[in-house]
C-alpha cells in the first residue's frame, strides 16, 4: 500500500506508572495526532530491562501501561499499538543500525552517563547500545515525526545521524526523522525539586504525579509543591517551582501564562497549588475510570496486543527486507 500520510513513531517504558511528565510531554500529543498521521505507539519493554527490573512487576507494568495507553484515547483500530517485544524485528535492525553508530557518539549521551552513575553495578552493553534500539524503532516504521519529551532530543538527533549515515553508504533507505516537541510541558520538573525532571524513579514520591494517583494523593502532593517565598504568582527566572506549577497549569488548561498570571494576581501560593492539583486531578479522571475497565478485561488487552503486534511486523518487514538486500543480504 502506498504511504499516504505522514508516520509517527513513539515508545514509553513499562518501568513504572506513566508521571505526569510523560503524560503532557508525550502521551497527550499521542493522542492527538492520530486523525492527521499514521500513528504507532509501543510499549517499549525490550529498552526497560537496561536497568534491572522485577520479572513479576514487569510483566504487570507492561500490561498496565498498555491498557493505559488504550485508556487515555490511543485507539487501536486508528493507530497501532503494541508491545515492542512482540515484533523481534526491532531487535534485528538494532543489529545493523550498531554497526553505523560509533563508540563516541554513544559515549556522549546524557541518558547513558545519568543512569551509569546512577547504577554503577549494572552498567551493562544494553544501557550504552539504548539508543541504536531507540532509532532502530523509529527507522524501521519510516516515520517523519517522533512526539517526545525534550530529555529525548539527543537520542532523537543521534537516530538523524544514524539514518542519514546508512542513506550516505547504500542510498535513500530511511525517512530521517524529526522531534516534535510540546509547547508547554515538554519538561515537567519535579514537584520537591523542581530542577530535576519529574522522573518515575524519584526517590521522593511527593515529587511525582503519577497518572493514576487518586484526587486526594494528587491535590496533596501539589499542596507541598516546592515554591518560594516571595509570594507572587509570575513566570520568571530563579522561581522553578512555581514555573513548573504555571506550566502544569497551563499544559491542562490551555490558558497563557499571562492569564494564569491575571487569574491568580493578589492570591496566596496555597490557593493556586489547589487550583493546580484540582485541574490535574479533574483531567485525569476520565482516564482514570476508562483504565479501570480496560484492565479488568484481559481478553480485549490481548487481542489489541495481538492485532498491534501483527500491524507493527507488517510495516516493519518491508524495511528490514530492503535494508537486508542494501547491505548485501540473500533475501530468500
Ligand atoms: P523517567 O521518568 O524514570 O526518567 P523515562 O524518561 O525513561 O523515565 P519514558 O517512559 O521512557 O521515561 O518516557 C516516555 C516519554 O515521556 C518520553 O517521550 C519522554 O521524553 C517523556 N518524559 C519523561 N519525563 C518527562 C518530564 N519530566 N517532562 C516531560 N516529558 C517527559
Ligand atoms: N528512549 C525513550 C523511550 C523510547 C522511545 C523510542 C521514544 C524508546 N524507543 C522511540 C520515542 C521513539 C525514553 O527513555 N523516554
Redesign the pocket.
Known amino acids: 500500500m502506498e504511504k499516504t500520510k505522514k508516520r509517527i513513531?513513539?515508545?514509553?517504558?513499562p518501568t513504572n506508572t506513566p508521571h505526569l511528565g510523560n503524560y503532557l510531554g508525550a502521551l497527550v500529543n499521542w493522542i492527538k495526532l492520530q486523525d492527521e498521521y499514521e500513528c504507532t505507539y509501543s510499549i517499549?519493554d525490550l529498552?526497560s530491562i537496561t536497568v534491572r527490573q522485577d520479572p513479576q512487576k514487569l510483566k504487570k507494568q507492561i500490561n498496565e501501561s498498555y491498557a493505559l495507553l488504550l485508556a487515555m484515547g490511543v485507539d487501536p483500530d486508528k493507530s497501532t499499538a503494541f508491545v515492542q517485544s512482540h515484533n523481534c524485528q526491532h531487535a534485528e535492525l538494532s543489529w545493523v543500525l550498531s554497526c553505523y553508530t560509533q563508540f563516541g557518539e554513544l559515549s556522549r549521551m546524557t541518558?547513558f552517563k545519568d543512569k551509569s552513575a546512577k547504577h554503577p553495578e549494572n552498567v551493562n552493553a544494553g544501557l550504552f547500545t539504548y539508543p541504536v534500539l531507540?532509532a532502530a524503532?523509529?527507522l524501521a516504521y519510516q516515520a517523519d515525526l517522533?512526539p517526545?519529551g525534550i530529555?529525548?532530543k539527543q537520542?532523537l538527533e543521534l537516530a538523524r545521524n544514524i539514518a542519514q549515515r546508512f542513506n550516505q553508504v547504500h542510498g535513500d533507505t530511511f525517512i530521517v526523522p524529526e522531534p516534535y516537541i510540546a509547547k508547554t510541558g515538554a519538561k515537567v520538573m519535579s514537584l520537591q525539586s523542581p530542577e530535576k525532571k519529574m522522573s518515575k524513579s524519584d526517590e521522593n514520591p511527593n515529587g511525582s504525579i503519577s497518572v493514576l494517583d487518586d484526587r486526594d494523593t494528587i491535590i496533596r502532593k501539589f499542596k507541598r509543591a516546592v515554591t518560594d517565598s516571595e509570594a507572587v504568582i509570575a513566570y520568571r527566572e530563579g522561581k522553578d517551582g512555581i514555573n513548573n506549577l504555571m506550566s502544569i497549569y497551563s499544559a491542562v488548561t490551555d490558558k497563557s501564562f499571562e492569564e494564569i498570571e491575571k487569574e491568580f494576581a493578589g492570591k496566596g501560593y496555597g490557593e493556586f497549588k489547589l487550583a493546580v492539583g484540582e485541574v490535574v486531578a479533574d483531567h485525569l479522571a476520565p482516564v482514570q475510570n476508562e483504565f479501570a475497565k480496560i484492565i479488568a478485561d484481559k481478553k480485549y488487552i490481548d487481542e489489541c496486543m495481538r492485532k498491534g503486534a501483527e500491524k507493527a511486523f507488517k510495516t516493519t518487514r518491508k524495511t528490514l527486507q530492503k535494508v537486508y538486500k542494501k547491505v548485501g543480504f540473500i533475501v530468500l
Do not use: C, E
Open positions: 513513531f513513539s515508545g514509553i517504558q517499549v529498552h541518558q531507540m524503532d523509529i517522533v517526545v530529555d529525548q537520542h
